[in-house]
């Protein structure tokens, strides 16, 4: 006898087809129709779980965000400070072909939520959770080493957000300069770059070195 399939297993299976579709090919390939045929259900069958595309569009983008959450609990656990920064970031920069995959998908949201205020509500939420968790880690950071004069928490925060969503762009379109395997290199010549001199310089020679050798390979 078949399994029964819960609404939430249903929402949750059709969700993971429209982030396949959307990492292979393109925001334009998603639609409700695609979305069933993938799921090997006829066409409708969506509706009374999404109401529109746009509305499929956020519950991907969130199922998303979830999945980072659900890997951020195992990885950063015990952590604090840079470490945790760095397992958190690492969740986020596109270094393998999941996560690549990923910011095919927030992208695509973003280009929806540009013109749709419910969207960029949806977006800033959880760009807002972000920032709150890596402002305490950094107070940590700081607490523990100090950071670079002239740099607060509230500005290494602000640079850490930029170099993660950025990265997002341009490993997906600048495929030739970027490359996803020197993302972890690139971020930590980053994070040395916010330490005090004495701690900043052996750490921070080595993150520069790795990214220029990464680079160098290349």
Do not use: C
Not at 35 to 47: D, E, Q, Y
Not at 106 to 135: C, K, P
Not at 149 to 154: P, S
Not at 167 to 188: G, I, W, Y
């Amino acid at each position: 006898m078949p399994r029964i399939v819960d609404h939430d297993e249903r929402r949750a299976e059709f969700m993971a087809h429209a982030w396949t579709i959307i990492a292979r090919a393109g925001l334009s390939g998603v639609t409700l129709r695609s979305v069933a045929a993938a799921s090997g259900m006829a066409n409708g069958a969506l509706k009374p779980y999404f109401r529109s595309k746009e509305h499929l569009m956020v519950a991907t983008f969130e199922y998303v965000m979830e999945q980072i959450a659900k890997r951020l609990e195992t990885d950063a656990e015990g952590l604090s400070g840079f470490d945790a920064v760095r397992a958190f970031s690492l969740q986020i920069l596109p270094h393998n072909q999941q996560l690549v995959d990923e910011a095919r998908v927030v992208i695509g949201f973003w280009a929806l939520a540009a013109h749709d205020a419910t969207m960029a509500e949806v977006n800033d939420t959880h760009m807002g959770r972000w920032r709150s968790q890596l402002s305490v880690w950094v107070k940590e950071q700081e607490a523990a080493t100090g950071l670079r004069e002239g740099i607060t928490v509230d500005i290494l925060v602000d640079g850490l957000m930029t170099f993660l969503l950025g990265s997002q762009v341009s490993v997906t379109v600048d495929t030739v300069a970027v490359r996803p395997e020197m993302m972890a290199a690139h971020l930590e010549a980053l994070l040395n770059t916010y330490l005090p001199d004495d701690v900043w310089w052996e750490a921070g020679r080595r993150g520069l070195k790795d990214a220029a050798r990464m680079r160098d390979v290349g």
